[in-house]
């Protein structure tokens, strides 16, 4: 099964910052939309961030606005979540996602997902 690959994350302190990276062997990420989602246990996948295909389209969802930026980069096929200014409320499994249809911040539009990295805020 086709599928993404994320990596970044870690323990970091409360204002602390991260970058995590989103890429996949067997997909060409190029022209499609990928988005950033996190999910805490017993919760629903919670839309974050996403991308359109040519950059020019992004979406954060309000609790992290002015504090995480999406990118992508096409010549190495990742796309990037930079998160600064971390909270323990960030803390959560992040997942990215490839939808056909562009940048959407309902999980349903994504068709491959990755296994997840574990971002844990906290002292």
């Known amino acids: 099964q086709l599928q993404l690959v994320e990596s970044g994350g870690g323990l970091v302190q409360p204002g602390g910052s991260l970058r995590l990276s989103c890429t996949a062997s067997?997909?060409?990420?190029?022209?499609?939309?990928i988005g950033w989602f996190r999910q805490a246990p017993g919760k629903e996948r919670e839309g974050v961030s996403c991308?359109?295909?040519?950059?020019?389209?992004?979406y954060y969802t309000d609790s992290v606005k002015g504090r995480f930026t999406i990118s992508r980069d096409n010549a190495k096929n990742t796309v990037y979540l930079q998160m600064d200014s971390l909270k323990p409320e960030d803390t959560d499994v992040y997942y990215c996602?490839?939808?056909?249809?562009?940048?959407?911040?309902?999980?349903?539009?994504?068709?491959?997902w990755g296994q997840g990295t574990q971002v844990t805020v906290g002292s």
């Open positions: 067997e997909l060409t990420l190029d022209y499609h939309g």
């Open positions: 991308i359109s295909s040519s950059g020019q389209i992004t």
């Open positions: 996602g490839f939808s056909r249809d562009g940048c959407s911040s309902w999980a349903g539009t994504y068709e491959y």
